[in-house]
């Protein structure tokens, strides 16, 4: 399947899709976060979620990403997701930059994000689209398996 082939939706939490991309985001988070999973599942909510960005490859969903406002400059990067079988086709660049551009659309300046270290293909991916690491913020102070990365938007 081709780039070409993926379509780009914006929404929010609300998203039958995007809920049920969320479940398999979450399985796939209790096994990584072993026995950290329940301290990371409480700040994974999508209540307060307004965008979200989803992909699809014809009408199947394959993909997704949300930002949530952080402070005045700034978004939080949340619920990135790409389909098992659907990895390593360049999905999950596209919904962040489409995240991004949103981002800037709405006034922001700067994405923030966490991941973890039993992510390193996560890592790599925000590494490679600009994203550098810096120290643990808010609850994630602390938490040893924890990475947080920013990137100035325009």
Request: proline share 3%; hydrophobic share 35%.
């Amino acid at each position: 399947m081709s780039l070409s082939t993926i379509t780009l939706i914006r929404t929010n939490a609300a998203s039958p899709d995007f809920q049920k991309l969320i479940k398999l985001l979450d399985a796939h988070l209790a096994v990584t976060d072993e026995d950290e999973h329940d301290f990371y599942n409480q700040y994974n909510g999508i209540d307060s979620i307004k965008y979200v960005v989803m992909a699809y490859a014809g009408e199947t969903a394959v993909g997704c990403g949300a930002i949530k406002h952080y402070d005045k400059q700034t978004v939080e990067v949340k619920r990135m997701f790409t389909s098992p079988e659907q990895r390593g086709k360049g999905i999950a660049v596209q919904v962040l930059n489409e995240l991004e551009a949103w981002a800037v659309e709405l006034g922001y300046s700067r994405c923030l994000l966490e991941t973890g270290k039993r992510q390193p293909y996560a890592i790599r991916l925000y590494e490679k689209q600009g994203y550098t690491v810096v120290p643990n913020f808010g609850q994630y102070a602390g938490m040893e398996n924890s990475v947080c990365m920013e990137k100035g938007i325009s």
